[in-house]
């Protein structure tokens, strides 16, 4: 079962189209945003997001992913984190707005 760090590094990516965008919103480096995909997509058996020069596209797999699991994530570092921090985006409707 994957961890909430990957899911929650997974969500950043789906949500922000950017390995890179995702590192920064997260604080970490843009290698280890790639490593913890890496190891979320071989836990899972399954290619999350095609990478090119404009961003990570997530697949159908990763569309889904993001459904089920985005508000138990957004909720779960809510409570989790510091009382007066919240999420920055809730749900899985950050990617449907960079879809459209």
Not at 51 to 79: C, F, I, N
Request: charged fraction near 20%; proline fraction near 5%.
């Amino acid at each position: 079962m994957p961890g909430l760090d990957l899911l929650a590094t997974f969500l950043e990516v789906y949500r922000t189209g950017s390995l890179s965008a995702a590192a920064e919103r997260l604080g970490v480096s843009q290698p280890a945003v790639t490593g913890q995909l890496a190891r979320l997509e071989e836990q899972l058996g399954a290619r999350l997001f095609v990478r090119s020069r404009r961003g990570a596209e997530p697949t159908e797999r990763a569309v889904a992913l993001a459904t089920q699991v985005g508000l138990h994530v957004d909720e779960l570092r809510a409570a989790l984190g510091p009382a007066d921090e919240a999420p920055a985006v809730r749900g899985s409707s950050g990617s449907a707005a960079r879809q459209s």
